[in-house]
């Protein structure tokens, strides 16, 4: 009796049992990983540092930017600019995502490992091509665009810039328009999709019906998303939305025009209100 007694107690917590080895193994995993990982980011750094010792010990294959531009915004391939965060904001490669050389240690989760990687550097520098080859070494799919971006340049190969307003060949990628203007080709029967490029919080918050909230900041990765018609830039400041507008052009796209007053004024001229 007392047996059978001890026999149904261990199968009441034998489910406990297993549930209890199986979190330790897990557990177990990760911190393995994780370790792994961190080891294996301090060989990089360790190499960074010793980079005149390394150039011998270099394997890796290179792309040209004809291959890049090729495979701009393919869902398969991850583009990685390892330049640092003013460079790339003055001109980058679209859809390439900023990961600077120096912060790659704490931004290791966003390089997607399921994915070709393509690392772009300002020009070919032995540092990128120690970390092109570290990963390679550990199993990633990687290479290095040759001669980094400025021979991506120099082949003419179109960037997206910062869209700064006081360099005058941005100002010739927009076409301007005033509030009173998008009056009157809206009476006239013309029609627009307004694209209003305010952060997402203010537009939750007051908003012209029927448009689309695309903002400054996001405005690259949504190029396959934005509506046929001719579209309508504007923002609480203009100069976001021309901003907005030069990253569409260079992106090779010219059905817009950039409304040259304020949301509020354009809110105000649309529909007769008063402030």
């Given amino acids: 009796m007392k047996n059978k007694n001890i026999t149904q107690n261990f199968q009441h917590f034998k489910p406990l049992l297993i549930g209890f080895i199986l979190i330790i193994l897990i557990t177990g995993y990760f911190l393995t990983k994780t370790w ?17 010792q390394e150039s011998q010990n270099i394997n890796i294959e290179t792309v040209t930017p004809e291959n890049v531009y090729q495979w701009i915004n393919k869902s398969d391939v991850q583009l990685i600019d390892i330049r640092n965060n003013n460079e790339y904001n003055i001109k980058h490669i679209e859809s390439s995502i900023n990961i600077p ?14 994915k070709q990687l393509i690392i772009i550097d300002r020009e ?17 799919n990687i290479k290095y665009l040759e ?20 360099v005058k060949t941005n100002l010739l990628k927009i076409k301007p328009i005033a509030a009173e203007e998008v009056k009157k080709d809206l009476l006239s ?27 400054l900041e996001k405005i690259e990765e949504s190029k396959d998303s934005l509506p046929t018609h001719i579209l309508l830039l504007y923002d609480t400041n203009p ?12 992106m090779g796209i010219s059905n817009f025009y950039v409304c040259t007053d304020t949301y509020e004024q354009l809110k105000q001229t649309l529909f007769n209100k008063q402030k």
């Fill in 147 to 166: 001669g980094g971006i400025l021979k991506y340049a120099q082949e003419n190969y179109p960037l997206i810039t910062n869209g700064d307003p006081t």
């Fill in 239 to 250: 100069e976001r939305s021309f901003k907005a507008g030069v990253k569409l052009y260079d």
């Fill in 36 to 52: 792994q990982t961190k080891n294996h980011l301090n060989e990089l750094e360790q190499r960074l540092k010793n980079k005149n």
């Fill in 189 to 215: 029967g013309k029609i627009f999709s307004f694209i209003d490029t305010r952060p997402s919080l203010s537009y939750n918050l007051d908003k012209i019906g029927g448009s689309t909230n695309i903002p």
């Fill in 101 to 114: 050389l120096d912060s790659i240690k704490k931004n290791i989760s966003k390089f997607n490992k399921n």
């Fill in 124 to 140: 070919n520098n032995l540092e990128g091509k120690i970390l092109v080859d570290h990963f390679k070494k550990e199993g990633l």
